[in-house]
T-cell receptor
Framework: KQEVTQIPAALSVPEGENLVLNCSFT??????LQWFRQDPGKGLTSLLL?????REQTSGRLNASLDKSSGRSTLYIAASQPGDSATYLC???????????FGGGTRVLVKP | NAGVTQTPKFQVLKTGQSMTLQCAQD?????MYWYRQDPGMGLRLIYY???????DKGEVPNGYNVSRLNKREFSLRLESAAPSQTSVYFC?????????????FGQGTRLTVV
């Protein structure tokens, strides 16, 4: 059974500091890992998608790494801004059976 | 290209009533999913359909049934709604082509059971 864990559950940082969000998974037989952002009361916005053959993806201030063998992914957000305040979720697509499993999320607050 | 469409967006039910949440995708994706999200929590998988004609239970299937009507549509039915089913429900679909995969989500259905 695939289990996905996100640590920490909540994070508060001053504006300008870099954010490091962690996602771990127990079964390394995956198609991909995807990071999402969710604002309160809203749907999910896809941030970065890392295919199983890739080790990292970058988009602007965001960088996500994937270490399949150790079952870990890290999302880095450089020079955080108050607008980065949201919940960040990672999801893993299992290779056999196509099951898509989410972590519990990390709630981020960036203080001005 | 509408992506993943969920209906309705909001619904209030009385305890014991039944209803069906609809989900449709126009991207020719093989796999579809239903999740629920409770306040302050991540998304928990209710049921999924890896391909047309198949459905499987997720983490929290009790109290729900699903139908994969065709490749486009995947519905979630509450036969006898309970207050514990008050939640936000998300539908998703994934494609796989040429070794590439990605998940797409609907905007959610906010369900309140009173």
């Amino acid at each position: 059974k695939q289990e996905v864990t996100q640590i920490p559950a909540a994070l508060s940082v001053p504006e300008g500091e870099n954010l490091v969000l962690n996602c771990s998974f127990t079964d390394s037989a995956i198609y991909n890992l995807q990071w999402f952002r969710q604002d309160p009361g809203k749907g999910l916005t896809s941030l970065l998608l890392i295919q199983s053959s890739q080790r990292e993806q970058t988009s602007g201030r965001l960088n996500a790494s994937l270490d399949k063998s150790s079952g870990r992914s890290t999302l880095y957000i450089a020079a955080s801004q108050p607008g980065d305040s949201a919940t960040y979720l990672c999801a893993v697509l299992k290779a056999a059976g196509n099951k898509l499993t989410f972590g519990g999320g990390t709630r981020v607050l960036v203080k001005p | 290209n509408a992506g993943v469409t969920q209906t309705p967006k909001f619904q209030v039910l009385k305890t014991g009533q039944s209803m069906t949440l609809q989900c449709a995708q126009d991207m020719n994706h093989n796999s579809m999913y239903w999740y629920r999200q409770d306040p302050g929590m991540g998304l928990r998988l209710i049921y999924y359909s890896a391909s047309e004609g198949t459905t499987d239970k997720g983490e929290v299937p009790n109290g729900y049934n699903v139908s994969r009507l065709n490749k486009r549509e995947f519905s979630l039915r509450l036969e006898s709604a309970a207050p514990s089913q008050t939640s936000v429900y998300f539908c998703a679909s994934t494609y796989m082509a040429g070794g590439l995969t990605e998940a797409f989500f609907g905007q959610g259905t906010r369900l309140t059971v009173v």
